[in-house]
């Protein structure tokens, strides 16, 4: 007699999700062409013959966002609990208040939110002071949310670690000097060891590893700060498949960065429009291809890079469709959650107003919206961006099939990594 293995609350999860997601994608008019697996037998691609496939994708059609149908009405205070888990939102204060706007944020279902330890405007500390402190704060953020809550950190390690020896943190290696060794066991080891130290301050999803490879050593926003583990895509996605199990060893999710590849620009996203067009190569998409079958991602980020290989539009990938929809689930096959990089960010801001952003940025297919909060601070900006949906869902823009979509993503990520 043979015994049948317990089905895993990740498991069930993503089997409920599927139908949810093919719902959703339909009712926005959105199909998309299944990537054949490793396991059905069909050849895998090669880089070379990656080269040829990678493009605008006849999968990535959509309705039009202006000319989609409005989903049927639900209650106006349940349909706003569903749009505030598609948020992820940064705020001021190494503590929170009843009276604060991220706690009201919270208590009307925001789904996350993103801690640093500086504040961009003001240079001064602005959710970390210490291990204990940052306890405090994640057990308060917790207590606030009646529903499942993300805490997300940038923890790469080295030069990006938001959890540094200046706060009382263990020093962190790059992942540049880790991808060095050419050792999977040392970037498992450093996955776990930060892990730990996430899962010490309350926090469960960390917004790393960055898997673009090192094209150019002296890109200021990854380069030449160490944040690439190597110019070598089969050497950054065995390091990164190493980092992203010992998160998982601490029980902390992952949200690999930043895709299609941002390891060949010239300038720094959170600053300028950034356009790899003519540095970007498909090999910078081989770490995905390799990962995305291993079943060990939880998230990918979309960046905010022009690429009009991908986008002839030129539409950054954290709000294009061929980008997401066409090229990183239509032809690599990922089902799983797309968050955006910070959508504040002046690569997005300086070309498109927040309730064009946000609708194009939902209708490519990300699922978590980012917003830092950083680069100009408003105190209210989570209830500011559920009205910004309301208003889209009212317009038609955004309809709820593809809001419920997204939360079945989101769903499968707040469960514990497999």
């Not at 790393?208 to 110019?231: E, Q």
């Amino acid at each position: 007699m043979t015994s049948e293995r317990p089905i895993s609350r990740r498991a069930l999860l993503q089997a409920m999700a599927a139908g949810s997601i093919a719902a959703g994608l339909a009712a926005c008019g959105v199909q998309l062409t299944p990537t054949p697996s490793p396991s059905s037998g069909a050849p895998s691609s090669s880089p070379s013959s990656s080269a040829e496939t990678v493009g605008p994708s006849p999968t990535a059609t959509a309705t039009p966002a202006a000319t989609a149908s409005p989903s049927p009405s639900t209650d106006p205070a349940a349909l706003r609990a569903k749009i505030a888990r598609l948020l992820m939102v940064g705020f001021r204060g190494l503590d929170i208040g009843l009276a604060d706007p991220i706690t009201k944020a919270l208590a009307a279902g925001l789904g996350g939110v993103i801690l640093f330890d500086r504040d961009q405007l003001t240079g001064g500390q602005r959710n970390i002071a210490s291990p204990k402190q940052l306890a405090r704060l994640t057990a308060a953020l917790r207590a606030a949310a009646p529903g499942p809550l993300l805490i997300g950190i940038d923890q790469e390690g080295g030069k990006v670690s938001r959890l540094n020896p200046a706060m009382g943190f263990p020093a962190t290696r790059t992942q540049a000097a880790v991808g060095a060794t050419g050792d999977p066991a040392v970037a498992r080891s450093a996955g776990a060891a930060m892990g730990a130290t996430m899962q010490a301050a309350g926090i469960d999803l960390d917004l790393a590893p960055v898997v673009d490879v090192n094209v150019n050593p002296t890109n200021p926003a990854i380069g030449a700060l160490g944040r690439s583990f190597s110019a070598d895509p089969a050497i950054v996605a065995a390091m990164a498949e190493a980092e992203i199990r010992g998160l998982h060893s601490a029980g902390v999710r992952s949200v690999v960065k930043h895709f299609p590849g941002l390891g060949s620009a010239a300038a720094n996203t959170d600053f300028a429009v950034v356009d790899v067009t003519r540095t970007w190569t498909p090999a910078e998409l081989e770490p995905y291809r390799t990962l995305i079958p291993t079943g060990v991602l939880d998230a990918v980020m979309s960046g905010n890079i022009v690429n009009k290989k991908l986008d002839p539009d030129g539409v950054p990938a954290s709000l294009s469709a061929p980008t997401i929809e066409g090229v990183l689930r239509g032809q690599l096959g990922w089902t799983g959650a797309v968050v955006t990089d910070d959508l504040g960010a002046v690569a997005i801001t300086s070309r498109y107003k927040r309730a064009d952003a946000v609708a194009r940025a939902l209708g490519a297919g990300n699922d978590l919206l980012v917003f830092a909060n950083q680069a100009t601070y408003v105190p209210d900006l989570a209830e500011r961006l559920v009205d910004t949906i309301v208003a889209l869902v009212a317009d038609g823009r955004v309809t709820e099939a593809r809001i419920d979509a997204s939360i079945a993503r989101l769903d499968l990520l707040a469960s514990p990594p497999a």
